[in-house]
């Protein structure tokens, strides 16, 4: 099923939640919507599956225009953050609400349900639970039991918000590699909201950044992290290094040192910002070219990559990534004296960049010029 | 000789079980278990015998058929109306939604000879409601049918404040999550928002109906107060005492506390089986 979003806007009085959102999800894929909190995310999925109402614009269904259109006849199948499961219910009585709540000459005999919710129960893997009541699972367990409740419809479209916010680490990992082969087996086409980028890079087939009620981004898993098209994006994606500076002649300045670049400076004199992914520095024991000395403050070898914090001249704190064996040729101790060099940097003209705070605040309305352009990457490194 | 049903296990982190136990039942016991026990035992000097023919005289069994009678008719109205009421006061907001709110406390607050007073003024044949029911045919005051009005006028907050808190706390996703499975409006509610709210709904209504059972002031205005028709238990008790028949009186209230029990009782287990679903 085709779902396009045309022009949505989505007014809360004077706030605006959403800026005309256009975006068209494919048949069969795996959206996730990525955002902090505030930034529309999740009104936008309520939106297209028919939770709330948006202020104009229209969601098209395969062609048909769904807004206005009630839940019923819209089929889509939504699992809830909290999972909203009914207490006072089995399991089984759970799945198999959508299935007794359908008009009557559409809803299947009483051995059908049973069938049919059995069959849910043993894909979810809670075939012997279905005489239990929501509050004797686990939280992994009460997520399974909505999904095969949202599942139990038929849906055309599978959304998810947050679903996986509220487990812990091992919990979600193992859910996020099921739902996965869920999708792919049953060949739906699913939407899902998380605010974490790992889980969006990890599980969707197309990953769209949201901030501050606008779409900053919509690409592949490795093109958006590879190709942030927004300074925004660049510091929502991963953990990154960010460092204010001048252009002038060919050089990227900041306090504590310069880094040349390449010729096809576009802006010269202008502020900017350079951002540097932490496994994208490399580090030197002696002095190199066009490197910074700096100092080890911190290391943290736990983990496939080790996480090496140095303070430079000017006491900024960097952040590093290193593979083990290059830490260990190294020889690094806290204290030693490094000297580091960027690999690989992005570069985003200064006026385009929000501060730190306006990323994450609610009040979307003006962050960029109106009809902004999209603040386009200048140079490389 | 209490303390053998106490394991005696290392020092809890809720201490002061002991003591806590021990004042609350002592206090139980003079409070509530002493009175009762003296009303029990009262009209054992009729001997059991005495005791029945007290309460199957015509006259007390039609006092407790109708105490019991109005009270349930009266808490069921309430059970219905005071959902709605709390149903509106947690949903929607209007002007002067906290007027409303404080207006449903107040059959609590007023004295209840003031309520009864009041609502045998409203109920009289020449009052504002009963100068409308009157031609109708419809009599309220002084029939049972003003005994059921005022005690669904005292009964009311108990209703709506047990079920408003519960209603406040129901989470809105689950009435989405079942909207989304495609139930309707009316499904949502019977199957979901209803059983969700029952045990509350219960309490209030067991609540109601013990303090119908055991309401006199208010009735005793509006009823009429005629034998074999209007009178009610707790007035038939009064009458007693003023005879003085003590006995008697005692043996109509050791009745009216037995059906009371046995009701509550199975109130109790109803929520009990509920919860324990």
Known sequence: ??????????????????????????????LALLGPSGSGKTTLLRIIAGLEQPTSGAILFGGDDLVGQSLRERKIGFVFQHYALFRHMTVFENVAFGLRVKRRRERPGEAEIGKRV?????????????????????????????LARALAIGPRVLMLDE???????????????????????????????????????????????????RIEQIGSPESVYEQPASAFAYEFLGNVNRFECTISNGEA????????????????????????????????????????PATVRYISAAGPLAKVEVAAADDRLIEIELARPVLRALALKVGSLVHIRARKARVFRRDTEPSPGEALSMRGEGRYPEQATPPAPMWHI | ???????????????????????????????????????????????????IAVVTQPRVLAALRLS???????????????????????????????????????????????????????????????????????EVAFTPIGVVVALVFIGLPFVVRTVQPVLQDLDREVEEAAASLGASRWQTIVRVILPAILPALLTGFALALARGVGE????????????LVSEIAPLLIVIKLEQYDYAGAAAVGVAMLSISFVMLLVLNLLQRWHRGR
């Not at chain 1, 099923?1 to 795996?30: P, S, W």
């Not at chain 2, 009729?46 to 005791?51: E, I, M, P, V, Y």
């Not at chain 2, 709110?101 to 609502?119: I, K, R």
């Not at chain 2, 208010?218 to 005629?226: L, W």
């Open chain 1, 1 to 30: 099923m085709n779902i396009e979003i045309k022009d949505i806007q989505k007014r809360f009085g004077d706030f605006v939640a959403l800026h005309r959102i256009n975006l068209a999800i494919r048949q069969g894929e795996l």
């Open chain 1, 118 to 146: 059995r069959r849910l129960l043993d894909l979810v893997q809670l075939g012997p639970f279905g005489g239990r009541y929501p509050s004797q699972l686990s939280g992994g367990q009460r997520q399974r039991v909505a």
């Open chain 1, 163 to 213: 679903p996986f916010g509220a487990l812990d680490a091992k919990v979600r990992k193992e859910l996020r590699r099921w739902l996965r082969g869920l999708h792919d087996e049953m060949g739906l086409t699913s939407v899902f909201v998380t605010h974490d980028q790992e889980e969006a890079l990890e599980l969707a087939d197309r990953v769209v950044i949201m901030n501050g009620g």
């Open chain 1, 253 to 292: 300045v900041f306090p504590g040192g310069t880094i040349s670049v390449s010729e096809d400076v576009v802006h010269n004199g202008g502020e900017a910002i350079a951002y540097v992914r932490p496994h994208d520095i490399e580090v030197f024991s002696g002095p190199a070219i066009a490197a910074l």
């Open chain 2, 1 to 51: 000789m209490f303390a053998r049903f106490l394991p005696r296990r290392a020092p809890s982190v809720l201490p002061g079980f002991g003591p806590a136990l021990g004042f609350a039942l002592a206090y139980l016991s003079i409070i509530v278990l002493m009175p009762l026990a003296a009303l029990v035992l009262r009209p054992a000097e009729l001997g059991f015998s005495g005791f």
């Open chain 2, 68 to 138: 019991f009678g109005a009270s349930l008719i009266a808490t069921s109205v309430n059970a219905v109306f005071g959902l709605i009421v709390a149903w509106v006061l947690v949903r929607y907001n209007f002007p002067g939604k906290r007027i409303v709110d404080a207006l449903v406390d107040l059959p609590f607050a007023l004295p209840t000879a003031v309520a009864g007073v009041a609502l045998t003024a409203l109920y009289a044949p020449n009052g504002w409601i009963g100068r409308i029911l009157h031609p109708l045919g419809i």
């Open chain 2, 216 to 227: 006199y002031g208010s009735v005793i205005f509006i009823a009429g107060n005629m034998p």
